[in-house]
């Protein structure tokens, strides 16, 4: 790893230095190649293992804990800072530079009561799901490992700790600004300062005035419009979407009780602790940008507020033109109509809104429908999900509908091949993540892992021998809700 040292030399009230504390008996859970790539990395050694868990210094490092705050469920907490990641630096990769953090790292002055430390169960599932969107065109942080250790943590039990080696484009949340504005003293300075680097940084074509900042504004609410529309279009719900975990690249950030759909719900909570369901997966889009509202809040002493305000607008339509273009590609809606493309996208996203309703009311599979609807022969007068329905005339009449809409396909092969381009037919389903957890600590096997790490790199493959892993979850498996103690 070749570092620079952007943020450590140039924002330096901005962090504590601090160094990571070893885990023992490190061992490699995981290693993404994909992710490796990135910062020019090939394959996995023992100096790199002993680097990543702490227990050898990496050349060029420099071990930071950033400072910043967040609104957590709602309500306002002053100071969070990374209280169990720790930052070796921005690595330099072919295209461009990359934090590397340790999650799991130790304890920083901002630990709080906590330990500093990850269970390998979180840190696993943190593994895979980064790896698993971006194989899905999701934008979001990347792990490049996951490593284990023997170093016992408590949580509700004796559990072990394990690190996962994140790599970001940027740490630097909405939380960052809140901190800036509210809870130190000298708040505009500070703020242009943070807001200064993050252009040069993260969008060095804009300039830094009050231009620069207008755009910058706006180019945040829609970078986090689209990556929510993703979410939304793939099935994702986050559940801890406070804005402390919310990236200003609108990257997809922090992996605690995460869940891919497997029965459409649009009230699904995946998070144990979000008794009022402030989190579910229909109330992201919403919960998105009264996060953009709270960090426009914080903008107001550099920002004025009718920009802000203008910039906040955008966000429902980009989120809604996103949402609608991704799904007209799964489902195989084609935009060359000569309708107004504003009348367009109603009817369209009055037709997707009807077809996830019937999901939700058929208690069926989110991925699995999609990917057989993606297999229909469009010309014929039947489904195959027409047989999953209760009410079979509702599905009748959205589907003629739908048929008009797709109208003529004259390569019917070729449009199904297009459809599964679209469709996953593998994602990462709690119930997988948790046999392969299950593996590595009753086993120490970490095969599994390998085996649905592989899979979810090629999700849109028929990949032979793999059908099980496509199923809906068995009883034990269905809507599992995961806790926050990670
Ligand atoms: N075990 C722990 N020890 C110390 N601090 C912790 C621990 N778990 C969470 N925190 C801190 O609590 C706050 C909220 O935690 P949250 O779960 O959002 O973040 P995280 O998963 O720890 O890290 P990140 O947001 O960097 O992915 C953060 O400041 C985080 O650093
Ligand atoms: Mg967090």
Not at 34 to 56: F, R, T, W, Y
Not at 68 to 85: A, I, K, N
């Amino acid at each position: 790893m070749r570092f620079k040292q952007d943020f450590f030399e140039q924002l330096d009230s901005f962090y504590t230095q601090v160094y990571p504390q070893g885990i023992s008996n490190p061992h490699w859970l995981g290693w993404s190649d994909d992710a490796a790539k990135l910062i020019g990395l090939e394959k996995p050694n023992d100096a790199l293992l002993m680097q990543l868990s702490a227990n050898a210094a990496a050349p060029g490092a420099s071990y930071y804990a950033q400072v910043y705050s967040g609104h957590q469920f709602g309500g306002y907490t002053p100071r969070l800072g990374d209280g169990r990641s720790i930052i070796l630096g921005e690595a330099i990769g072919p295209n461009g530079a990359w934090d590397v953090a340790l999650k799991g790292g130790g304890p920083t002055p901002y630990s709080r009561h906590g330990d500093g430390r990850a269970v390998m169960r979180s840190a696993v599932r943190e593994f895979l799901v980064s790896e698993a969107l971006a194989a899905l065109s999701v934008p979001t942080s990347r792990a490049l490992a996951v490593i284990g250790s023997d170093l016992p943590v408590w949580r509700e039990s004796q559990e072990t700790a394990a690190i996962t080696v994140r790599l970001a484009k940027s740490h630097i949340r909405f939380g960052h600004f809140e901190y800036f504005c509210y809870s130190e003293k000298g708040a505009p300075d500070k703020l242009i300062q943070l807001l200064n680097f993050t252009l040069a940084q993260h969008f060095p074509h804009l300039t830094a005035d009050a231009a620069g900042y207008k755009q910058w504004f706006v180019e945040v609410v829609q970078s986090t419009a689209k990556m929510i529309a993703h979410w939304q279009a793939v099935g994702f719900a986050h559940g801890v979407m406070n804005t402390d975990n919310m990236s200003i690249l609108g990257d997809t950030f922090d992996f605690g009780p995460f869940a891919f759909l497997d029965t459409f719900k649009e009230d699904f909570i995946c998070n144990h602790s979000d008794h009022d369901g402030r989190y579910a997966f229909g109330q992201q889009p919403g919960i998105g940008l009264w996060n953009l509202k709270r960090l426009a809040q914080a903008l107001t002493p550099i920002i004025p507020s009718d920009d802000l305000i203008a910039a906040l607008n955008t966000y429902q339509p980009s989120l809604v033109s996103h949402y609608v273009s991704l799904m007209r590609a799964k489902l195989g809606l084609s935009t060359d109509s000569c309708l107004d493309s504003a009348e367009q996208e109603k009817q369209d996203l009055a037709l997707i809104s009807q077809f996830t309703v019937m999901l939700d009311n058929n208690q069926l599979d989110y991925s699995n429908s999609l990917r057989k609807m993606g297999q229909v022969d469009i010309s014929s007068q039947y489904s195959p999900l027409r047989d999953d329905m209760l009410n079979v005339s509702e599905f009748d009449r959205w589907y003629q509908a739908y048929q008009a809409r797709v109208g003529d396909v004259a390569d019917v092969a070729a449009w199904q091949q297009q459809r599964n381009l679209h469709n996953p037919k593998y994602i990462l389903r709690n119930y997988l993540a948790q046999e392969a957890i299950i593996d590595i600590e009753e086993k120490a096997d970490n095969s599994k892992l390998l085996q649905l790490q592989q899979l979810l790199t090629r999700p849109y493959d028929e990949q032979p021998d793999m059908d099980h892993y496509a199923k809906r979850p068995p009883d034990w498996g269905q809507g599992l809700v995961m806790s926050c103690s990670s």
